[in-house]
């Protein structure tokens, strides 16, 4: 069958400028097209996938060989939901002392806020010691640059431009050797040191090759720590800023939350009740659910075949470039009703049943579905009980800017933070 083609390239540059300009817009403008749709990405063709079944049928075949099987990441130890009580307690505290520091009445650029939060969680769970510590600092500085540019890599034409030598380009470089220098420092220091704590860095220096028995190369090391900390900080810090974003907004669904959070909590505070218990709250859940469906952190995946791939009856081509859209899939009129509504109860079970399977995928699916999910859902649990059991949160002056790179960000989010007194909370 004939792949139907989306109108609109120009000349060279194909349907870049639309992708790049106004890159959710273009997203459900493809969607609205059909189940598979042919679109250019400069002078090369770029396939569009849609469809919910399709879309599943993709990530799974990268578990059947239509495209690089991925070995089981070694992280994934450090991942285990074994391990997430034991971080909990830490992910409470560090947003506690965050949340400290905001005055009564002030603005707060929460997106700021919660960016470095979920640095330091990440640095400080999975990091431990000064090697770790000293690491963190290097990947606040470098995080956000190499995720802007991972961004624009994956969607570009020709691999060459990368290697320009332009402003853009040399930040990035200058990002990556500043990374780089600072893993392989960490590293040295580990093995100088021993290597029994059993925290990441520790885990990868440790671990071997479940075939060969080889340890991981010092570059295989490095690729997995980018990759956690590049998956692992952006995506927590998106989801928690549009969940303020939205919560801000929303008076009704704030007081529901604070009244959850006071009858949970009594007189304790969050890092006194048990990680099942944070949880176990049925409207924050609801809200996190709502939240990473209308502003999933990623909002597009890609993927590159290295054969022929058949998609409802379709063919696609070993080494084009394979975009789906959770933000399009997830805010399809046809899968949900008033899709551009935040409505936490659509997740209420009574009401999932007519949500069809596969039209929520917020953490992707298949073997590359995200490791970190236990880990982000604790996070977030955490964060946000500690935020709203403490503060109402009000939208600032000049309210925000959405901004689509890698992650989709309300952008600068000023919030104007009121501290919740006992009484508020025993009210
Ligand atoms: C709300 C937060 C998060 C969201 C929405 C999210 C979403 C995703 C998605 C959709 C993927 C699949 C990517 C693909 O199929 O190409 C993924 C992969 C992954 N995620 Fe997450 N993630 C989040 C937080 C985290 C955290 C906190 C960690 C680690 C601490 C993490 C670690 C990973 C890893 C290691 C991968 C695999 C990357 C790869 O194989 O290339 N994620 N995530």
Redesign the pocket.
């Known amino acids: 069958m004939r792949i139907p083609s989306l109108p609109g390239a120009l000349p060279l540059l194909g349907h870049l400028p639309q992708l790049r300009g106004q890159p959710l817009e273009f997203v459900r403008a493809l969607r609205a097209r059909g189940d598979v749709v042919r679109f250019r990405l400069g002078p090369r063709a770029a396939y569009a996938v849609n469809s919910p079944a399709l879309i599943r049928q993709m ?1 799974v075949a990268d578990a059947e060989g239509s495209a690089p099987v ?1 070995r089981r ?1 070694p ?1 994934g130890l450090v ?1 285990h939901p074994s391990r997430i009580r034991r971080y909990a307690a830490t992910m409470c505290e560090l947003a506690e002392a965050r949340v400290d520091s905001w005055r009564h009445g002030a603005l707060v650029l929460l997106d700021q806020e919660l960016f470095s939060l979920t640095v330091a969680t ?1 640095s400080r769970v ?1 990091f431990c010691g000064p090697a770790g510590k000293r690491l963190a600092e290097d990947v606040r500085g470098t995080v956000p640059v190499l995720i802007e540019q991972l961004g624009r890599r994956a969607l570009a034409p020709v691999g060459a431009l990368d290697r320009l030598p332009t402003p853009v380009n040399l930040r990035f470089r200058r990002a990556l050797r500043t990374l780089q220098e600072a893993v392989r420092r960490a590293i040295a220091e580990y093995r100088a040191d021993g290597l029994g704590n059993g925290d990441l860095l520790s885990t990868l220096l440790t671990r071997r090759d479940e075939e060969t028995g080889a340890a991981l190369t010092d570059e295989q090391v490095y690729d997995e720590l980018v ?2 900390l590049v ?2 900080t952006e ?2 810090a ?2 928690l800023s549009w969940a303020c974003y939205l919560l801000s907004r929303d008076d009704g669904a704030q007081r529901r939350f604070q009244r959850e959070l006071d009858e949970a909590l009594g007189r304790r505070e969050v890092r006194q009740v048990s990680h099942e218990t944070l949880r176990e709250l049925a409207f924050q859940q609801r809200v996190i659910a709502e939240t ?1 469906r209308l502003y ?3 909002w597009m ?1 890609t993927r590159r075949p290295n054969s022929p791939v058949e998609l409802g009856g379709y063919l696609i081509p070993a080494g084009s470039t394979v975009l789906f859209s ?1 933000y399009a899939l997830q805010r399809d009129p046809e899968l949900f009703a008033h899709p551009e509504q935040f409505d936490p109860d659509r997740w209420l079970p009574e009401s999932t049943p007519g949500i069809p399977r596969d039209a929520y ?4 699916s298949g073997v ?6 236990q ?2 859902r604790a ?2 649990a955490a964060f946000l009980s500690v935020i709203f059991s403490r503060c109402t949160v009000r939208p600032g002056p000049g309210g925000s800017r959405p901004v689509t790179r890698l992650m989709s960000m309300p952008g600068a989010l000023p919030l104007i933070v009121r501290r919740r007194t006992p009484a508020d909370r025993h009210r």
Do not use: D, H, N, Y
């Open positions: 990530l991925r990441r992280t991942l990440v999975l990759a956690m998956a692992g995506t927590t998106s989801a990473l999933p952190s990623t995946l959770i995928i917020p953490f992707g590359r579905g995200c490791a970190g999910e880990f982000a996070e977030m």
